[in-house]
């Protein structure tokens, strides 16, 4: 278990590394909030209704590819054979996103893995997890954008956590 724990912590100080070292050679850079709600897939029907959370940093690696940094949070309602249980998720992701210009913004597509933390009443979990999506970028001024963003996210938590999320939000370039 001590190498394990060893394993993300030194995973996680390079990666911090890599982030940190690469506005030196991007084209862009910028960061964001954005807001919205969420749903796991558990649940049936579409009614996304859970809040969430998110500010990321992202910088170009090339005109077409951009690493993001993401940090979020959605608390899940869930029903579980007549007993509501709430899930609080905590999550860092590390996407890589590939535009596409449009006519007015871009909209991209991108894929990633994170390290997802579960509290529930029975404790909590941390494991790893990924997630996927697309997005629409609108500018505003040259500096401030609107993003629209939609993802799917699979936790591999004992009790597998999937959930999709729908956030909009503002980014703000440098």
Known sequence: MLIVTRMKNWLSFSL????????????????????????????????????????????????AT???????????????DGVDITRRLDYVD????????????????????????????SGHDTDYGFSAGLNGTFPVTRRLAFLAEAAYHSARFKDRATFVTVTAGLKLNF
């Open 94 to 121: 590390v996407l890589v996103e590939y535009k596409l210009d449009e006519v007015w913004g871009s909209s991209g597509l991108f894929g990633g893995v994170g390290l997802y933390r579960e509290d529930v009443a």
């Open 66 to 80: 951009t690493l993001k940094l993401k940090v979020g949070h959605i608390s899940l309602d869930e029903n579980r």
């Open 16 to 63: 911090l590394l890599v982030v940190a070292a690469l506005p030196l050679h991007a084209e862009d850079t910028s960061v964001g909030l954005m807001l919205g709600a969420g749903q796991s897939v558990r649940e049936g029907g579409f009614h996304v209704n859970d809040p969430v959370r998110e500010i990321f940093f992202s910088t170009d690696t090339d005109p």
